[in-house]
């Protein structure tokens, strides 16, 4: 039997797949699929303080091996997700789940974590300070290590349980970022959320999205997110969870031996809803097939000499 457990800031997970935030809902449409226990974690959709319609449609196009999204954090806002989701949540998962919340200033990241922080099934909370699809707000504050600090230190004053600092790849260097949410007293790093792209409706002469540009993710990211924990790897202390382009247990082995403890599925599960579901069940087959009798042995691995 190999063991494919790992543990992220104190929580042990029965196995380190979670599908990512904005792919996966509250859980919701994917628990009739399948039972949502045999998940490590998940992530569940962006939260901001107020509702959010999100943009304009079109918000999503296709490109070769992968997607863009202009989605704009569509979401019923933190009270509606206490009340409501968070109930629904408790019925269908059994382990603790990966808020993630959004904002438009220091204020609403503080206002919604210091909230979330009081809910028991909530076991980590991932601050996105990487949404490339909203304006004033979102992505300004991970492009700046400044402001990525500041935003963590004033979060984590107002909670108590671990703090992961997502981080957008739409800068030149992830690592100074990444340490400065370490400085500021981050539990962990997510990385990373979409690069910034754009298509052009070839008739109409205009921009494909509503929005202009939106988020690239799916298989064609996975080459720049794996490069990207690994750099962040070597920089921090603090565990990782790595996210972009994974779409098979070959890719979850390679994200971890690069630096991630845990990592996150989120195009591929638009693409297939059994993505994360048939990663976890492939897992066991993959890792005997390597030769890894635990994956919590072979996080950073390629780092080795
Ligand atoms: C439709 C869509 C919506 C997303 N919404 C969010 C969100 O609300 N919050 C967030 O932190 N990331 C969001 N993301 C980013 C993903 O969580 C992930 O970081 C990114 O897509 C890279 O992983 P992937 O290539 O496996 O999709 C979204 C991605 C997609 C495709």
């Not at 509702?51 to 009270?79: C, D, K, S, W």
């Not at 019925?91 to 503080?110: L, Q, R, T």
């Not at 601050?127 to 699809?133: A, G, M, Y």
Request: proline content about 6%; aromatic content about 6%; some cysteine.
């Amino acid at each position: 039997m190999v063991n494919t457990e790992v543990t992220l800031s104190g929580l042990m997970l029965s196995n380190p797949v979670i599908p990512a935030s904005g792919t996966f809902g509250y859980g919701r449409e994917f628990s009739e699929l399948y039972d949502l226990d045999i998940l490590g974690s998940f992530s569940f959709k962006g939260t901001t303080k107020e509702p959010r319609t999100g943009n304009q449609a079109p918000r999503i196009a296709e490109t070769e091996g992968g997607m863009l999204n202009a989605v704009g954090l569509q979401n019923p806002g933190i009270h509606e997700v206490i009340d409501r989701e968070i109930p629904f949540i408790r019925e269908v998962f059994h382990k603790p789940v990966i808020a993630n919340i959004s904002g438009f200033s220091e204020e609403e990241y503080v206002y919604c974590c210091s909230l979330i922080d009081k809910v028991p099934e909530v076991g980590i909370i991932e601050v996105n300070i990487s949404c490339p699809n909203v304006h004033n707000g979102g992505m300004s504050f991970g492009t700046d290590p400044k402001s990525a600090k500041r935003v963590t230190e004033a979060v984590k004053r107002v909670t108590t349980k671990p703090v992961y600092m997502k981080l957008t790849p739409n800068v030149t260097d992830i690592a100074s970022i990444a340490k400065a949410c370490e400085e500021g007293g981050a539990d962990g790093i997510s990385l990373i959320n979409t690069l910034l792209a754009m298509r052009i409706d070839l008739k109409k002469r205009k921009p494909l999205l509503a929005n202009r540009t939106g988020g690239l993710s799916g298989g064609a990211i996975f080459p720049v997110a794996l490069r990207m924990v690994y750099d962040v790897y070597e920089a921090v202390k603090i565990p990782i969870i790595g996210m972009g382009g994974i779409s098979s247990a070959e890719d979850v082995i390679e994200m971890m031996l690069a630096g991630a403890t845990a990592v996150e599925i989120g195009a591929a599960n638009l693409v297939d809803p059994y993505a994360s579901r048939d990663i976890i069940r492939q897992l066991p087959f993959t890792m005997k097939k390597l030769g890894i009798d635990s994956l919590s042995e072979i996080i950073g691995g390629a780092h080795n000499g």
